[in-house]
T-cell receptor
């Protein structure tokens, strides 16, 4: 029974297309995240939502738009895909507050823009 | 200066060796600290939290030095299965932003 699941696992698309990645968690967590892991393996936070509200928005291009219909879901829509968007995108969730902060990650979506 | 810094390695060690990784963080307001493990082409998974008093879990020992703002991970009696990338992770306050280091790659060899 997967705790954090994201789809699709692989996504190959052409430059200029628009694509979405979906994420769902069944852990009852309040907080969900999107992280990007680039070719150098560096994991960088993009967005964080707490109870459907955006609380962290790092310097991410406007082409990236997260959407949280409820606290168990956080989707990521990307417009006008560029070559530099190729990376692995990880969704994660966690509880909040000191001491309950372990984050659980989805399996990742490997996005390749050609 | 990066918020969380680690030596990327790789650290190549023989089976049975003891290996230590260090990590430094820049924000003195950081309150929660973790080590995550990431296998090749997999998602990161929590290895252990790091407490002020230091903590041990089997062959793994984590230490925190707040004065010097560094965290360490010691792995004793390395196994082939320990080969992975070890990520140092810091959270400021009770907030919602986990900041990852770049990771240290460990390769345990026969």
């Amino acid at each position: 029974d997967t705790a954090v699941s994201q789809t699709p696992k692989y996504l190959v698309t052409q430059m200029g297309n628009d694509k979405s990645i979906k994420c769902e968690q069944n852990l009852g967590h309040d907080t969900m995240y999107w992280y990007k892991q680039d070719s150098k393996k560096f994991l960088k936070i993009m967005f964080s939502y707490n109870n459907k509200e955006l609380i962290i928005n790092e310097t991410v291009p406007n082409r990236f738009s997260p959407k949280s219909p409820d606290k168990a879901h956080l989707n990521l829509h990307i417009n006008s895909l560029e070559l530099g968007d190729s990376a692995v995108y990880f969704c994660a969730s966690s509880g909040t507050g000191v001491g309950v902060s372990e984050a659980f990650f989805g399996q990742g979506t490997r996005l390749t823009v050609v | 200066r990066k918020e969380v810094e680690q030596d990327p390695g790789p650290f190549n060690v023989p089976e049975g060796a003891t290996v230590a990784f260090n990590c430094t963080y820049s924000n003195s307001a950081s309150q929660s600290f973790f080590w995550y493990r990431q296998d090749c082409r997999k998602e990161p998974k929590l290895l252990m939290s790091v407490y002020s008093s230091g903590n041990e879990d089997g062959r793994f020992t984590a230490q925190l030095n707040r004065a010097s703002q560094y965290i360490s991970l010691l792995i004793r009696d390395s196994k082939l299965s320990d080969s992975a990338t070890y990520l140092c992770v810091v959270m400021v306050g009770g907030g919602n932003k986990l900041t990852f280091g770049t990771g240290t790659q460990l390769k345990v060899e026969l």
